[in-house]
Antibody, heavy 116, light 113 residues
Framework: EVQLVESGGGLVQPGGSLRLSCAASGFTFSSSWMHWVRQGPGKGLVWVSRISTDGTITTYADFVKGRFTISRDNAKNTLFLQMDSLRAEDTAVYYC?????????WGQGTLVTVSS | DIVMTQSPDSLAVSLGERATINCKSSQSVFFSSNNRNYLAWYQQKPGQPPKVLIYWASTRESGVPDRFSGSGSGTDFTLTISSLQAEDVAVYYCHQYYNYPYTFGQGTKLEIQ
């Protein structure tokens, strides 16, 4: 069974940083492209970033480019999202997702709140 | 960016009746080289992550009840629930994975009438 468990969320002040993690199990992590998608409170789904199987290809939404960095550790079956220069509008639940055909499997999400 | 627009924003349907949600993309998500539409539908219940129902516009994910069906091609797509059940109350999103950035519709909230 595919399991994705996000962690690292919390309350941070504007301009601060957080590092999210997504622990993967139940599938061959090193063979899967991975994504981050976020959902603001009461809002819809917004794609954030993706990373290739070996980490050499990364893509970002324009609104996080230069502030967020996606990475992975295939030896530890873990996906990361380093978030810097956080803004109030980054407040959201952040989901990691495994891509096979589409975004096939999702974690439960971790809440990031950016507020002073 | 491809803009995905769903209609309606909310929908109330009686139990056992048909529910239809539409999704329109600002440009085609059909890839002629493999004859596929890069369009998926997700269901999200309160407090839960999204769950994929349909991909390639009309292929039902394993384990999804056959009352859920997807149709359409190019820029116009439809999710149909043939006979609404109480457990279908949720928000439904269409999603294009044709190119980056991936984008989603704004969501359609489905309730029981």
């Amino acid at each position: 069974e595919v399991q994705l468990v996000e962690s690292g969320g919390g309350l941070v002040q504007p301009g601060g940083s957080l590092r999210l993690s997504c622990a993967a199990s139940g599938f061959t992590f090193s063979s899967s492209w991975m994504h981050w998608v976020r959902q603001g409170p009461g809002k819809g789904l917004v794609w954030v970033s993706r990373i290739s199987t070996d980490g050499t290809i990364t893509t970002y939404a324009d609104f996080v480019k230069g502030r967020f960095t996606i990475s992975r550790d295939n030896a530890k079956n873990t996906l990361f999202l380093q978030m810097d220069s956080l803004r109030a509008e980054d407040t959201a639940v952040y989901y990691c997702a495994r891509a096979s055909t589409t975004l096939d499997d999702w974690g439960q999400g971790t809440l990031v709140t950016v507020s002073s | 960016d491809i803009v995905m627009t769903q209609s309606p924003d909310s929908l109330a349907v009686s139990l056992g009746e048909r529910a239809t949600i539409n999704c329109k993309s600002s440009q085609s998500v059909f890839f002629s080289s493999n004859n596929r539409n890069y369009l998926a539908w997700y269901q999200q219940k309160p407090g839960q992550p999204p769950k994929v129902l349909i991909y390639w516009a009309s292929t039902r994910e394993s384990g999804v009840p056959d009352r859920f069906s997807g149709s359409g091609s190019g820029t116009d797509f439809t999710l149909t629930i043939s006979s609404l059940q109480a457990e279908d109350v949720a928000v439904y999103y269409c999603h294009q994975y044709y190119n980056y950035p991936y984008t989603f519709g704004q969501g359609t909230k489905l309730e029981i009438q």
